[in-house]
């Protein structure tokens, strides 16, 4: 099941007593908060979920036959913790 921001709105309301458009504002802000965070190159850690940051990845030949070289690029990472991996009955490789 996929879950949405909307169903976090829907949680917030119901664990606050708030409205409707306090807890999508409060939504809308934690997931803003986020993205802003990780996006500016910092590292974004969650007690309980896990960790969120930037890594550079270097210029490589590609798989393809005949692809050349793929660029470097930088791309966000997650590790989750491992009060998570528990929770969703998995383990750490």
Not at 64 to 80: D, E, I, N, Q, W
Request: some cysteine; proline content about 3%; aromatic content about 6%.
């Amino acid at each position: 099941m996929t879950r949405t921001r909307s169903d976090m709105a829907a949680y917030i309301k119901e664990r606050r007593n708030c409205t409707v458009r306090d807890a999508e504002q409060s939504a809308l802000l934690a997931v803003e908060w986020l993205l802003n965070a990780v996006a500016s190159g910092d590292r974004v850690e969650l007690r309980g979920f896990g960790t969120f940051h930037i890594v550079d990845v270097p210029a490589r030949r590609s798989n393809l036959p005949g692809g050349g070289m793929l660029p470097a690029r930088r791309k966000v990472r997650f590790r989750s913790s491992e009060a998570l991996i528990r929770l969703c009955g998995l383990t750490r490789k």
